[in-house]
């Protein structure tokens, strides 16, 4: 849930798009049928990584609960993750949409299903990957070496990993007499911006 104090009164509006998480959360039934014969192994391939994120952990996932398993697999293993108490970029889809065509741009447009973790900046897979890794005690080795998390709550966001953009204090629109209303540059679609404090990587 979102919960950042808002100075307007208007209520925060909808996240993008629900059809693209829908797309992303519902699995293809034919992929888990075909592959559900061969030994399962993680998806490995150094060609799918993030650039600049080489000592932590990405996680991109959903916080909406449209989907219960997707929901659920993203709660389980970012907090697996956690548990290794080193520093993890969270993404949030339904926070911002630019996190989903980032995660199309790596992934290329097959379809992925919700979470999708990188750590070293290396695709490791999805929740039963992830899982797996850590039954066997190879998630351990992968971690470490990474940097250390944040202690404690950021104190940029308090967590929520967005700060309400300064410019159109979240409205998302920028008023001037010339042009009228126009969109603001600075924000998301949510009138929200990375925080600079604990996000890599900002837009
Ligand atoms: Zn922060
Ligand atoms: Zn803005």
Redesign the pocket.
Known sequence: MLRIHHTSASPLPLPFSFKDIHNLCCEEPNESSSSSTAARQPELDSSLSIPGADNRIVVYFTSLRAVRSTFEDCSAVRSILRGFHVSIDERDLAMDSRFLSELQGILGARKQTLPRVFIGGRYMGGAEEIRQLHETGELKKLVNGLAAAEPGTCGGCGGYRFLL?H??N???K?YTQKTGFKT?T??NEN?L?RCPYCSCAPF
């Open positions: 953009c410019d159109c979240g409205s998302h920028l603001c600075a924000c009138g911006i």
